[in-house]
């Protein structure tokens, strides 16, 4: 098992949901993930719980029905303060347009608050984003990837197929 825990962004959940592990064809993932919530290994942040459970359907329906959980708040000073230096740095750091932090500044976009939650607590974020790769000042982008910007914050980022394969989930099928 992962000595660190880990927070999971909302394309983690919704990409296997839409792309990968429909309900009915891979149960194993579904009951393999939420006991990992459940056990504490992976923690659902309040954003993320919110982002999930905007859209009423199977897969908010599965996150709410989740036994004993209590999503990770997002409101601790030493969290707000991180916050705001990790919109700071997509503000002044040259790499992203105006429209990036106006896009990380949207209360309800979780992925700021992540990377804000992931640094104070050392945690790693499991996300299907990958980094941009070609960031550059002269030509600076509009998306802010979770990857990029938490290594500014010395946070790692996890895909889900790693952490799948280290906590060792059960047969999808």
């Known amino acids: 098992m992962m000595a660190n825990k880990l927070l999971i962004d909302t394309n983690s959940l919704i990409t296997p949901y839409k792309r990968f592990y429909p309900f009915d064809l891979a149960?194993?993932?579904?009951?393999?993930?939420?006991?990992?919530?459940?056990?504490?290994?992976?923690?659902?942040?309040?954003?993320?719980?919110?982002?999930?459970?905007?859209?009423?359907?199977?897969?908010?329906?599965?996150?709410?029905?989740?036994?004993?959980?209590?999503?990770?708040?997002?409101?601790?000073?030493?969290?707000?303060?991180?916050?705001?230096?990790?919109?700071?740095?997509?503000?002044?750091?040259?790499?992203?347009?105006?429209?990036?932090?106006?896009?990380?500044?949207?209360?309800?976009?979780?992925?700021?608050?992540?990377?804000?939650?992931a640094s104070v607590y050392k945690y790693k974020i499991i996300t299907f984003e990958n980094p941009n790769g070609n960031l550059s000042k002269s030509a600076p982008s509009a998306h802010p990837k979770i990857p990029d910007v938490g290594k500014v914050f010395d946070v790692e980022c996890k895909t889900l197929f790693d952490v799948m394969r280290d906590l060792t989930f059960s047969k999808i099928l």
């Open 27 to 117: 149960p194993g993932f579904w009951d393999s993930m939420r006991k990992r919530i459940e056990d504490g290994s992976i923690i659902i942040l309040d954003k993320v719980y919110d982002e999930l459970t905007y859209v009423d359907d199977d897969l908010s329906k599965w996150i709410s029905d989740i036994d004993n959980l209590n999503p990770l708040s997002h409101r601790n000073p030493e969290v707000i303060k991180k916050y705001g230096e990790v919109l700071s740095h997509v503000q002044i750091s040259g790499f992203y347009k105006i429209k990036a932090l106006a896009e990380w500044s949207d209360a309800k976009v979780a992925d700021p608050w992540l990377i804000a939650v």
